[in-house]
């Protein structure tokens, strides 16, 4: 009973569900129909479902049936009017071919015209394409081969303007070619090729300054060095004015400029001028500019053509070009960087001294040319252009340039020993900094070198100096100069300063007092401080300033160079008392000529001696110290005269009998000194007189030494009145008054030694002497017990020696006895001398 009732559901499912299934499959696609009949076969009523699918195809069937069956009378009644219609078809598509032939053999030509029309149409529309396209691209070819024509001209500048507009401008609009491609990719290439080609020239041209600095150079300090001579001029025709004594030598240092005065027509430029051609020359030196080497080349012109600027020198296009080039390929940094790393290897090159340097005046100069040339060369960059260089970087140079530059001169002009190279060498440096300084640089290191220099100038022309007294007094006779007639006179009265209103008066010919040094020696010294004026000049120094340091080198020259020659030659071994005599003559006139020394430094300098701080010349000293010195040397030379007569001397001290004329050994003697002092008649009273003094006073006490020296053992009463002969002989010569200036017997007290020792034994008066010792109105007061005691045992002991056989005479024992009792007293005052 249950199962039925579980059945039936069943069915009626499947009924509901094959009903859907069947009007799917009439309302949908027969494509999209698969789905549908899996579901059939995947089901258990597939049986069923075929049974309903032919039920309802025969449903299908019928109602197509009654369909046909109501509509056939309509479908027969068509076809007979239609089998009507298909004969007139035929009819009509009879004639349609027969008129579709006839149309097409008659459209044939037409036809054929029509397809020529068409490719002329074809080509036209080809050609007008090709026309519009070519228009686009001709362009990029033009300008891409200018490009390779502006590169291959080197013209970088206007290649790389060109390159900015083929890729920017017209590339773009032609940018779907091949071609078009290819050229945008070598764009980047093409730019560093410029860059590459834009820094060789630029390489080239620092290269070119680098070996042309030294003309660069040479032509800026040939500018400057023609407006200082003209300044130099200006001043000697002012100092002429206000200077008449110094005149001749300004003459003379003006006759020098003059003639190392190049014949150049035109002059240098001023500051406005040339300012005005640094613009100028900005202006024509752009970019676009096609000439491109870097140092023009200038032959050497006739002197009368103008000498060209510095800048002249200079194409600075590829500089320019070049930091243009990098400016607009945004690489003006590293232009910058390199160019001044460069240019400072370069600045460290050129202030590298060569070692030989200072030899030659042409080793310094082309070492300032070269150093001026690199700075010329920077201070025209520094303004034509913007940052490539600035004031820091120049300043920094500079410094390092100067430091260099200082330290080479130091080291090399201390090996100068030529005046005349120390002199041009400053000259030089003075042209160098001034230069320098009209190109903004500072140069006052330079001139406080210079005053170290001047030291070493000045050591140097002592040096020299040196040499030309030396020769001055060696070839100097030492005899007064003779004159025949005026002219010979004022021309030495012109070379010194020397008035005598006898010697005026005096006939020709006569002579002056002192010798040809003395002129010449005067004429030196102020050709001397010509020499250290010289220097002086264009140091920027204060009159005073050049006034004290021309008086402190004249001083060394007067203290230490001629007092050194004069002292060298008063100590000669040759010299003799003649040649010593005029060396005080001639050094007195020196003396006083100093006055007239300080009235031409001052005229010179035009310095007041009173001003506050003005050095004093030493030439006083000088010539008082050199006088002394041979004054002390006619001393010792007449005393070493006097020692050589005195060898000659032979006194036989154990002679029986005494002579009858004083020795010719002394007479010789004192013909000498008579001839000798006769020679002192110019000299200074006082130096004669001292002379004549201590000449005596040697001879007396030489005398008294040959009486008194250990050799003579014993010596007999009648030698010394031969000896007392020789003695009275030089009284004679000294009361005959030898040297003017002598009060009374001043001369003859310089015997007065001897003359009391030998009356005390001539006349053996002991008790007197020995009663009256110590007391002043003592006869025998210059008479030392000593020399007594030592003179009477010479005597005791001849008188022992002689008389051996004679001492039983009464008189001999008695003077033996007085002999022994006077020495006995002698050592008692000795002894209480001594207490």
Same mark, same amino acid.
């Given at each position: ?44 009523e597939h049986g069923r479902f075929m049974e309903k699918l032919e039920a309802r195809i025969r449903n299908h069937d019928r109602e197509i049936e009654k369909m046909c069956n109501f509509h056939y009378q ?20 009879? =004639? ?25 149409? &074809? ?6 394409? *090709? ?30 303007? *060109? ?65 200082? /001579? ?18 001749? =030598? ?29 613009? &100028? ?70 202030? =590298? ?81 001034? *230069? ?29 100096w040196a040499g030309v007294f030396r020769n001055i007094l060696d070839s100097d006779n030492y005899s007064p100069i003779p004159v025949s007639n005026e002219e010979v006179y004022r021309k030495i009265v ?230 007392? &002969? ?16 002598? /009060? ?11 003359r009391q020792l030998l009356d005390l034994f001539i006349q053996w008066d002991w008790s007197t002497y020995l009663a009256d010792y110590g007391q002043p109105t003592c006869k025998y007061l210059r008479v ?31 003077? =033996? ?7 006995? /007293? ?10």
């Amino acid at each position: 009973m249950e199962r039925p009732k579980m059945a039936e559901p069943e069915s009626l499912e499947t009924a509901a569900e094959h009903e859907r299934i069947l009007r799917e499959i009439e309302s949908t696609d027969t494509a999209c129909i698969g789905p549908t009949l899996r579901s059939v076969y995947d089901g258990e009523e597939h049986g069923r479902f075929m049974e309903k699918l032919e039920a309802r195809i025969r449903n299908h069937d019928r109602e197509i049936e009654k369909m046909c069956n109501f509509h056939y009378q309509g479908f027969v009644d068509s076809i007979t009017e239609l089998l009507k219609v298909r004969g007139e078809a035929q009819k009509l598509k009879n =004639q349609v071919t027969d008129t579709n032939r006839k149309l097409q053999n008659e459209g044939k030509e037409l036809l054929l015209a029509m397809e020529e029309l068409r490719q002329c149409r &074809l080509q036209q529309r080809n050609i007008s394409a *090709t026309v519009d396209k070519l228009t686009l691209c001709l362009p990029v070819l033009e300008m891409y081969s200018k490009l390779r024509e502006q590169m291959k001209s080197k013209r970088h500048y206007p290649a790389l303007k *060109t390159l900015e507009h083929l890729e920017h401008t017209f590339l773009p609009q032609v940018s779907h070619y091949r071609f078009c491609k290819v050229m945008v990719d070598n764009i980047p290439r093409l730019r560093e090729e410029i860059k590459e080609l834009s820094m060789s020239d630029l390489k080239d041209f620092l290269e070119s300054i680098r070996k042309h600095s030294d003309k660069i150079g040479e032509t800026a300090m040939k500018q400057d060095c023609r407006f200082n /001579q003209w300044k130099i001029i200006a001043r000697i025709f002012f100092s002429l004015l206000l200077s008449p004594n110094v005149q001749a =030598q300004q003459q003379r240092n003006l006759d020098n400029i003059v003639s190392q005065q190049p014949r150049i027509s035109g002059g240098k430029k001023s500051k406005k001028e040339f300012s005005a051609s640094s613009e &100028l020359e900005v202006k024509n030196t752009s970019p676009m500019s096609e000439q491109d080497s870097g140092i023009l080349d200038v032959e050497d012109e006739d002197e009368e053509e103008e000498v060209p600027g510095a800048q002249d020198l200079v194409d600075f296009s590829p500089v320019y070009r070049c930091l243009h080039i990098y400016s607009v390929l945004g690489a003006r940094e590293t232009f910058e960087s390199y160019y001044r790393k460069q240019r400072r290897k370069q600045a460290r090159l050129v202030l =590298q001294p060569p070692s030989n340097m200072h030899e030659t005046l042409d080793g310094y100069r082309k070492y300032f040319n070269q150093i001026v040339g690199f700075f010329v060369v920077e201070d025209h960059i520094l303004h034509t252009t913007q940052g490539l260089v600035n004031r820091a970087y120049i300043d920094e140079l500079w410094e390092m340039a100067l430091s260099k530059t200082i330290a080479a001169l130091r080291t090399h002009s201390s090996y100068c020993s030529d005046p005349s190279l120390v002199l041009d060498l400053k000259n030089l440096i003075v042209l160098f900094a001034d *230069t320098l300084q009209g190109y903004g640089f500072p140069v006052n290191q330079l001139f406080d070198m210079l005053l170290e220099i001047q030291d070493q100038y000045s050591e140097t022309l002592l040096k020299k100096w040196a040499g030309v007294f030396r020769n001055i007094l060696d070839s100097d006779n030492y005899s007064p100069i003779p004159v025949s007639n005026e002219e010979v006179y004022r021309k030495i009265v012109g070379q010194f300063p020397f008035q005598d209103a006898e010697l005026e008066k005096q006939p020709f010919p006569k002579k002056f007092p002192f010798s040809e040094f003395v002129p010449k020696v005067y004429s030196q010294i102020k050709e001397f401080i010509y020499a250290c004026l010289k220097f002086s000049e264009d140091l920027h120094l204060s009159s005073t300033e050049v006034d004290d340091m021309i008086r402190k080198s004249t001083n060394l020259l007067l203290t230490r160079t001629l007092s050194n020659c004069l002292q060298n030659v008063i100590k000669r071994k040759n010299v003799g008392l003649t040649e010593l005599v005029q060396i005080i003559i001639n050094t007195t006139h020196l003396e006083k000529s100093c006055k007239f020394l300080e009235e031409f430094i001052t005229n010179i300098t035009n310095v007041l001696p009173e001003t506050v701080h003005t050095t004093k010349l030493y030439g006083t000293t000088t010539f008082k110290d050199a006088r002394h010195a041979a004054e002390e040397e006619i001393y010792t030379n007449l005393n070493q005269k006097i020692d050589q007569f005195l060898q000659l001397a032979d006194y036989d001290w154990m002679a029986p009998e005494p002579g009858s004329r004083a020795s010719d050994y002394l007479v010789d003697l004192i013909g000498f000194l008579r001839s000798t002092f006769a020679v002192f008649t110019h000299l200074p009273g006082k130096v004669a007189q001292t002379a004549c003094m201590s000449a005596c006073k040697h001879l007396s006490t030489s005398l008294l030494q040959l009486l008194l020296e250990a050799e003579v053992r014993q010596l007999t009463l009648e030698a010394l009145h031969q000896f007392n &002969l020789d003695v009275e002989e030089c009284e004679q010569f000294a009361r005959s008054g030898p040297v003017p200036g002598f /009060q009374g017997d001043t001369l003859q007290l310089a015997f007065i030694d001897l003359r009391q020792l030998l009356d005390l034994f001539i006349q053996w008066d002991w008790s007197t002497y020995l009663a009256d010792y110590g007391q002043p109105t003592c006869k025998y007061l210059r008479v030392n017990p000593t020399t007594a005691l030592i003179l009477l045992e010479k005597m005791r002991d001849t008188s022992r020696k002689n008389n051996v056989f004679a001492q039983f005479r009464k008189n001999e024992r008695d003077k =033996q006895k007085l002999i022994d009792t006077v020495a006995k /007293q002698l050592r008692g005052l000795i002894n209480s001398h001594h207490s």
